[in-house]
């Protein structure tokens, strides 16, 4: 598969990746010999980036991932955790007092003695514009804690905030074919300041496979059901904040782009692939299959102008007025 450099880590990693959220908690049941053969199955499909947090499952996905590095040593692949949310979100919390004791978990969790990436996971507007936040992430480079650091992000204007920082590696943002607005300055800054930009939510939350109508039923304790409103967490990380109805008619259009032998998921992964300044996609996977389909979307041949125009068209005519002006 495909590498591409990592910003200014020093690192590469694929072109797609696996967002291990599923394998923690809060999109149904995963047993773990299922999580174990999806981890399998998307390193032997050519996947070296994983993406988890210390609050996925409280830990369950980080233990996963370190269980499974610990048993296949040959597997080479960066590891991205996040931190920050299994406290209040409060900017006050943010010390490094606090970091070291995170990262001292998550480092236990994945049983290694630095951790690859941290990322703030999508914390308070103002911690983005605290000189102290940061001279503490760079303390735990300098400390051996850590290799570098990112932060996940809601908004385009938290993104450009964090780039500006000149300690920020990588930036997480919510980008699909449902969600055009990082495109318009998120990535020609990151591309400007060597930031890698890693693309979480790229199937909006599996309405870009195409799979689901508007009679689908989710699990009680999948976020689709309960966080749809933003009850829970932010809006946008369900769905990509659109209206489920709309999602759905608007996904069966897109479905009807996708190139001939290709699914409507490889086709959201691909528009994702080739966009300017993206280093890495990290779809999740439920099953062994799921993982090798997602990382098959790097094989495909670039999509035409003709379809990233129309994908432009169905955000403007479907999606645009929900979601543009909020994130």
């Keep these: 598969m495909e590498q591409r450099a990592f910003g200014r880590s020093g690192q590469r990693v694929s072109v797609v990746g696996l967002g291990t959220w599923q394998l923690g908690a809060d999109w149904g049941e995963v047993r773990e010999e299922d999580a174990l053969a999806v981890l399998d199955a998307a ?15 409280d830990g369950r996905s980080e233990q996963l991932i370190g269980r499974f590095l610990k048993e296949r040593p040959d597997a080479q692949v960066l590891v991205a955790t996040k ?20 990262t001292d978990r998550s480092r236990a969790n994945l049983g290694v003695d630095r951790l690859d990436l941290v990322q703030l996971h999508c914390p308070p507007t103002a ?118 109805a709309t999602g759905v008619e608007a996904a069966a259009e897109f479905a009807d782009l996708a190139p001939e032998g290709a699914t409507a998921a490889q086709a959201a992964l691909r528009w994702l692939i080739q966009q300017p300044g993206v280093s890495t996609v990290i779809p999740g996977a439920r099953n062994p299959e799921q993982a090798r389909a997602n990382a098959a979307a790097a094989d495909l041949a670039p999509l035409p102008e003709s379809t990233l125009a129309a994908v432009r068209d169905l955000y403007d005519a479907k999606i645009r007025a929900q979601v543009h002006h909020r994130w």
């Design 127 to 244: 911690v983005y514009a605290s000189d102290a936040v940061f001279d503490a992430l760079d303390t735990l480079v300098e400390e051996g804690r850590i290799a570098a650091y990112g932060v996940s992000v809601e908004t385009c204007d938290e993104a450009l905030t964090a780039i500006a920082r000149p300690g920020t590696a990588s930036v997480q943002i919510i980008l699909n074919p449902f969600r055009l607005k990082p495109l318009e300055a998120v990535l020609p800054a990151a591309a400007a300041a060597g930031v890698g930009i890693i693309a979480r939510v790229p199937l909006a939350s599996g309405l870009l496979s195409g799979k689901y109508t508007r009679d689908t039923v989710f699990a009680e304790n999948d976020h689709r059901t309960y966080n749809r409103h933003g009850e829970a967490f932010d809006q946008g990380e369900t769905f990509s904040g659109v209206d489920y």
């Design 83 to 102: 931190m920050g949310r299994r406290v209040d979100l409060d900017p006050a919390l943010y010390t490094l007092d606090n970091f070291r004791a995170w």
């Design 43 to 57: 390193v032997e499909a050519g996947v070296t980036f994983f993406d988890t947090a210390d609050v996925y499952g």
